[in-house]
C-alpha cells in the first residue's frame, strides 16, 4: 500500500518527520513488514540522522552549504536561482528513497535515530513523500 | 521476481534510464507495489535527478570530478586505470539502490524525476542492473 | 520477517559482513524476495563496496577522512568527541539502507561486491544491523 504525505514549506535545512512517518504505520494497522519512503523530488533529500542535540543537525547543514557552494562557477544551469544546482547536487549526495523495518506496528528506528526532510531551496514549497508499505503477513487477513 | 536489465556500454556520466525499468515494470503487469533496483557494479552507480534540462546532469559530473580527482596522491589502488578509485569513492557517496512505488503499473516518480545510470568509468562496459518487484496483490491471483 | 544482527566492536573503517547477511538470508530458506539491510546507527554506515584489493576499502577511508576533518571548526557538537561530529557528516553522505535481491537463496551480488560496516567512530561499540526478508513467495507455503 502506498500513501502520500504532504510535507508543509518549510525553511531551508533538516525537519523531522518522524511522527509523520509513523502515524502511517500506525493508521496501516501493519504488524510487521518494511516501510519505504521516496521523495517525489530532485532539490531536497530524506535522511536518517540523531534526533537528540540539534546542534548535530546545523552542523551538518554548514558543512553541506561549505561542500556546495552558491555560486560556483562551475555550475551553468542557473536560471532557476543559484541555490538550485546545489540543490541538484546535495539531492544527489543524500538519500531519495530509504527503507525501515517495522516490528510490532513500531518503525525499528535505533534509539537516537530519526527521519528528516531535508530542504535544499530556499523557497517554501510543499513536499510530496510516498510511503510504501510491504505487509509480512497477509494484510487481507489481519482485517 | 527479479528482472536483469543488460545496459549497454556507455561513455562516463549520466544516462537516462526510466524507459528501460518502466518496461519492466509494463510487463510484469504488477498494479501496485515497490519497485527497488540493484546496481552489480562498484564502479558505477543509480541515480534519481532532473530530466528536464540537460545542464543539470553535465553541472553535476562537473562537480563531482571536481571533488573526487584522477591522480590524487591519496590513492594508492592505481593498477586498474587512473580512473578506478575515483570510481569506487563516487560509488561509495552516490546509490547502489533505490526503491520507487508503484502504483496503477506505473512508477510514481515526480513530475521532474528521471531514473539514471552514473557511469563512473572511461573505457565502455556494459552493467548488470537487477529489478525486483513486490507485489502488494497476490501476483497469482492477477494472472 | 526481521532479524538483529550484532556486529562486534570494530575499528574505525570498513569491515566485511557479507558472510554474516548471507547467513541469516541462508537460515531463513527464503527461495527468491528482497534483503534489505538497516543501520540502527547515526555514526556509522552501511556500504556496498569491492572486495577483492584491500587497499579500495584503504583509500575509500584515507579520501573520506580528509573530505570529513576531525576539528574542523564549522563543527559546534563537540562535547562527544572530535570524532563524533564527523561520524554523522559520514552517515548522511553514506548509506543507512540497503536492499539486495535474492534468488535461489543467496545475495545477487555482483562478482566484486561486498556489504560491509563502516565504522565511523573510534571507541569500539556494538552495531546492530537489522536484516528484513520479503518473500517473493507466500513463506507458509514453503513450509
Not at 518494511?34 to 546542534?55: K, M, R, V, W
Not at 546535495?90 to 535505533?110: D, F, Q, W
Request: hydrophobic share 40%; glycine share 6%.
Amino acid at each position: 500500500m502506498v500513501y502520500t504525505l504532504n510535507l508543509a514549506p518549510t525553511r531551508p535545512g533538516l525537519i523531522e518527520i518522524t511522527d509523520r512517518v509513523r502515524g502511517v504505520v500506525s493508521e496501516s494497522g501493519m504488524s510487521s513488514g518494511l516501510c519505504t519512503l521516496f521523495l517525489q523530488h530532485t532539490s531536497a533529500s530524506l535522511l536518517i540522522q540523531e534526533n537528540a542535540d540539534p546542534a548535530v543537525c546545523r552542523d551538518l547543514e554548514a558543512w553541506l552549504n561549505r561542500c556546495v557552494t552558491e555560486g560556483d562557477s562551475i555550475f551553468t544551469h542557473t536560471s532557476e536561482g543559484l541555490d538550485d544546482m546545489p540543490a541538484h547536487v546535495k539531492s544527489a549526495l543524500l538519500p531519495a528513497s530509504l527503507s525501515i523495518p517495522v516490528s510490532e506496528n513500531e518503525l525499528m528506528l535505533g534509539t537516537w535515530q530519526g527521519i528528516f526532510l531535508f530542504e535544499h531551496r530556499r523557497l517554501p514549497r510543499e513536499r510530496s513523500l510516498l510511503v510504501h508499505l510491504t505487509f509480512d503477513e497477509d494484510p487481507k487477513l489481519s482485517l
